[in-house]
């Protein structure tokens, strides 16, 4: 299974932009980039996935690389119900393969 | 409302005896998952189902068994439940099992096994 690198955590403000970067430079030419959340006491939440080009959708945007090396997942204006665990996957068949993810604190 | 449905959210339990968690979902999916999540180690596949009587293991199976009787229904077994299968559990369906597909994850449940 092709790996990701994620930050351990990150923090933002509350209705500031939020960029969670995530690097994949074994990726495949099959491999989807999809995103899922975890909030607290929950099960994962799928946020977006993408292929090759950049996709929005109305919890956020996908930015991937023209390389399709790095991507990175935008938070438009967060909130509070924001913080959560989130995930950068690769995704070639049935499996999702979870990494550690990266913590997301949003301030007040 | 489109949902995956788990029972119980909570068990405590003891060695030895037998368990089942129930997992359903009501949305015709084809493809359903088992994951155990538990610190450090993250998310990791148990079993996975791709249609009604087609079943394979995922990363992490012993100690588990599951049947794919009925399309809405997944059951996770554990025959002999031992300590080091207190976990936090969640079964997860999506349309096709396919890579672009969604994957929707119920609440999860929490075993602890004494």
């Known amino acids: 299974d092709a790996k990701t690198t994620q930050p351990n955590s990150m923090e933002s403000n509350e209705e500031e932009p939020v960029h969670l970067p995530c690097n994949h430079s074994t990726i495949s030419g099959t491999d989807y980039i999809h995103w899922y959340r975890q909030l607290p006491s929950q099960g994962p939440e799928y946020v977006i996935h993408g292929l090759t080009s950049n996709v929005n959708n109305r919890m956020a945007s996908l930015a991937i690389a023209e390389d399709r090396k790095s991507s990175t997942l935008i938070l438009h204006r967060a909130t509070l119900r924001d913080a959560a665990v989130y995930y950068c996957i690769l995704r070639f068949q049935q499996k999702l393969v979870f990494g550690q993810g990266t913590r997301l604190t949003i301030n007040p | ?114």
């Open chain 2, 1 to 114: 409302e489109a949902q995956v449905t788990q029972n119980p959210r909570y068990l405590i339990t003891v060695t030895g005896k037998k368990l089942t968690v129930t997992c359903s979902q009501n949305m015709n999916h084809e493809y359903m998952s088992w994951y155990r999540q538990d610190p450090g180690l993250g998310l990791r596949q148990i079993y996975y189902s791709m249609n009604v009587e087609v079943t394979d293991k995922g990363d992490v199976p012993e100690g588990y068994k599951v049947s794919r009787k009925e399309k809405r229904n997944f059951p996770l077994i554990l025959e002999s439940p031992s300590p080091n299968q207190t976990s936090l559990y969640f079964c997860a369906s999506s349309l096709r099992g396919l890579a672009p597909d969604t994957q929707y994850f119920g609440p999860g449940t929490r075993l602890t096994v004494l």
